[in-house]
């Protein structure tokens, strides 16, 4: 619009104001319904938003029963001051009793006492494990101290089974303590010098001088324990893995003659598969509210949601309605529906569960529940395929991410409608001020010419009087 204010000076009407009238007139039912395609357009965007955010959270509320390894799980107890227990899916349902005898233990040997600069001799010094799996060889100078030859065990390039440390007494006296890195008898040290001159031969596992030999701190032992009283087992370790089917058993301490053995029992937990359909229920409920809001009919007296009559929306609530309802195949050549396992719909489409109905089923046959889920490759189950019916609205550029592209674009051409509009509405008011302004400047012009004529008139000798 021009800043300029038109007055109608010269015909006196309001120019201004007839002008703006007739432009707004004008723009009034364009902007109405614009203000009304926006409103929509703004509104479905939501409504889509609000729609893809329950699916996903009804997508995640399934992801547990996707995976095999969320089936048939197994729950042990029987952890105490003695031992520390789990179990995998492969455990056998059943109650063990568990002694400790012994914990298992890393071989210990400290040498004989020598002086803090005092040089051993030269040689070589052979490291070895009991089981022949570690073995590496040191080569010591007769310059080589102790402490030198501490270093150079710890530092060997193949050593992985032997940790030299130095003990210092009060007096200053120095002894070499070689500890094996693991515990277990087959982890036990074989220690042998050759070519030793000097006292290096004293390192000598062999070495027959009761002055001078090792002394073992610490005997190497594998862990212990006795199963219900009668099987006994070790460990090199004090980790016992599938010495009961797909139990572990991680010991900490022997038990004493005067103490209980430790109890463990295994039982069946498919709280896991309950759970989950207590959440999908509640999520699916969830979507089918918002769903039911946007996309229900307008009756009598009533708006419409608006998404309403969406084909989209129609085929999204069908298919996941024909999921929910369908038999799919089980391990047993039978056939499962959700129904079944107690999931069941009412006339509204709201979910309910009864886990009684799949605690049953699981005891019947826990292999066709997990089948009924997962399927196969080739005929996948329900929540796989309903995952991926899902998984088609909700992934990016997906088909809600579509329809939000879709609103979004007519948003940006109504708003170049509207510019294009506002153009041609700028282009009438300056048409409208240009016509009004040529009107007032002719009767501004013939104003002025009948005031000249009556001017000159008035000067007519005689003018107005009767003869």
Known sequence: MSGISFTGIGSGLPVNDIVNGLVDAEKAPFEQRTNVQRTNLDTSISAVGALKSELDKLQSSLENLTSSDNFQKRSIS????????????????????????????????????????????AGTISMATSDGNSTFDVDISDTDTLKDIRDKINNADDNDSTTATIITDADGAQRLVMSAKETGIDNALKISVSGASGRLAELDKDNADPATKLTELTQARDASITVDGTINLTSSTNEFKNAIQGVTIDVKKAHDVDDDTSSIAVSENNNIIKDTLTKFVAAYNAYNDIADEIGKSGGEGETGGILSGDSMLRSLNSG???????????????????????????????????????????????????????????????????????????QSDGLLDGRVDSYNNQLKDLDESVEDFNTKMDRLEARLFSQYNAMDSLVAGLNASSSGALAQLQNVPNYGNNR
């Open 78 to 121: 029987g952890g105490d001051d003695f031992i520390d227990v789990t179990s995998d899916k492969t455990a056998q349902t059943g109650s063990f009793d568990i002694q400790v005898n012994n914990l298992a233990a890393a071989h210990k040997v400290i040498s004989s006492t020598f002086t803090n600069e005092e040089t051993l001799g």
């Open 320 to 394: 996941l309605r024909n999921f929910i309802s369908s038999p799919y195949d089980t391990s047993d050549g039978g056939t499962l529906t959700l129904g079944q396992l107690g999931v069941t719909t009412d006339r509204y489409g709201e979910l309910s569960f009864d886990d009684d109905l799949l605690n049953e089923q699981l005891e019947r046959d826990p292999d066709a529940v997990q089948s009924f889920f997962l399927g196969s490759d080739a005929n996948p189950g329900f929540a796989v395929k309903f995952d991926q019916r899902l998984e088609s609205y909700t």
